[in-house]
């Protein structure tokens, strides 16, 4: 009785989510920080509002704010280039389905998110996956035209290695293909550069961001889409009709509003995050540059898969990731300088 695409696949494995509390959880990129405190205010108002009734279908109040927030980045934006998700996973399957059909192809760079895989699965479309170089640059080849390409993902910073490829390289990859690039920008806020200045040049380059990691909300689930205002009302057509629930809604906007809360924990984030490198590759880790709030560590003369299971026995979570092809690697989110030492006392 299922659809033969739906039989066929495995489905997507979202990391550990323990129910232990006093587990150090740096398995899921997570906000170190507890959000600003103006989030909990605004929930708490709206909660005490009109819960009875249906929220806002395109959550208009986080539009306006984000649009002023984002104008520096892309002075053409207005509410119209924003469309809003029940966290960006939401909007990536949104994309996914307005692009992609039965038959058709979707491209994604290797090792990346592997949730684009699952996404082209359930459409029982075929993937095409194009590996980064060992060094984390991007090819021409992932520009190439294939029969029935319809859309490319590439999550920049990229996830699991924090690189970053520029974003004069993404403008001349997507210029040279043949479908809509969307540029998943998860962790941007995280990194020195984002594309977020394409989308007025290239009507095919989309961005999406998310508040569960910058904005230190994943238990909210409130992601969002920037592109031309044309590419919007398509998307429009295919999200559910309230896909943001009206204390999302409350909840992002008061994030949003808040950026003296986000720089301030963007720059705790980097500080630890520049530490953490630095004590990992002394104690003989490879670790690469990372833009964004997890770490990347590879080492050949360590058994990464022991070392997994022996810090999660001791109550430590990261992440274990081998992508078959490339070293095996742990991923590491940047934790408090107290929950790092803890690891670091560890390793
Ligand atoms: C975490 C993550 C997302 C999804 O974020 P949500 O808004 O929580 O759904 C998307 N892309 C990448 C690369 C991520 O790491």
Same mark, same amino acid.
């Given at each position: 009785? $299922?659809?033969?695409?739906? @039989? =066929? ?7 550990? =989510?323990?129910?232990?509390?006093? &587990?150090?959880? /740096? ?15 605004? +929930? ?17 109040? $986080? ?9 520096? *980045? ?48 359930? @459409?029982?479309?075929? &993937?095409? &996956?194009?590996?980064?170089?060992? *060094? ?5 080849? $992932?520009?190439?035209?294939? *029969? ?19 974003? !004069?390289?993404?403008?001349?990859? %997507? ?9 998943? !920008? %998860?962790?941007?806020? $995280? ?14 380059? +989309? ?8 904005? %230190? ?10 592109? =031309?205002?044309?590419?919007?009302? @398509? ?9 943001? #629930?009206?204390?999302? +809604? ?7 509003? #808040? @950026?003296?809360?986000?720089? #301030? ?64 690697? +742990? ?7 107290? =929950?790092?030492?803890?690891? /670091?006392?560890?390793?």
């Amino acid at each position: 009785m $299922f659809r033969e695409a739906i @039989q =066929q696949m495995t489905g997507y494995t979202p990391g550990e =989510q323990p129910r232990r509390e006093k &587990v150090i959880k /740096l398995n899921t990129n997570e906000n170190a920080y507890p959000p600003s405190p103006r989030v909990v205010a605004a +929930i708490e108002q709206a909660a005490a509002g009109s819960l009875q009734k249906y929220p806002d279908p395109v959550a208009t109040a $986080f539009r306006e704010r984000a649009a002023e927030v984002l104008r520096s *980045d892309l002075p053409e934006i207005t509410p119209e280039w924003i469309l809003c998700g029940n966290g960006s996973d939401d909007i990536l399957t949104i994309l996914t389905r307005t692009f992609v059909g039965e038959g058709d192809v979707l491209r994604y760079p290797n090792p990346s998110y592997v949730l684009y895989k699952t996404l082209a699965e359930i @459409q029982g479309a075929s &993937v095409d &996956v194009v590996d980064f170089a060992p *060094d984390w640059t991007m090819g021409d080849e $992932f520009a190439v035209p294939v *029969d029935r390409l319809r859309l490319a993902y590439l999550a920049n910073p990229n996830s699991p290695s924090g690189t970053v490829v520029p974003a !004069e390289r993404v403008a001349s990859l %997507a210029a040279a293909m043949p479908c809509p690039l969307v540029v998943d !920008e %998860a962790y941007g806020d $995280f990194a020195d550069t984002n594309c977020l200045g394409l989308v007025a040049e290239n009507e095919r380059v +989309i961005v999406t961001r998310t508040l569960s990691k910058s904005y %230190a909300l994943a238990g909210i689930r409130f992601g969002f889409a920037i592109a =031309q205002p044309k590419v919007i009302e @398509q998307l429009a057509k295919v999200k559910d009709s309230y896909n943001c #629930d009206m204390l999302a +809604i409350a909840a992002a906007t008061a994030a949003i509003d #808040d @950026q003296p809360w986000l720089a #301030d924990n963007r720059a705790k984030v980097l500080a630890t995050r520049g530490r953490m490198i630095t004590e990992l590759r002394a104690k003989g880790f490879t670790v690469t540059d990372s833009q964004a709030n997890f770490v990347w560590c590879t080492d050949s003369n360590r058994n990464l898969k022991e070392l997994y299971e022996s810090l999660k026995q001791m109550g430590v979570l990261v992440r274990y990731m081998p992508y078959p092809g490339w070293p095996e690697g +742990i991923r590491v989110t940047v934790g408090t300088d107290e =929950q790092v030492d803890a690891l /670091l006392a560890l390793v």
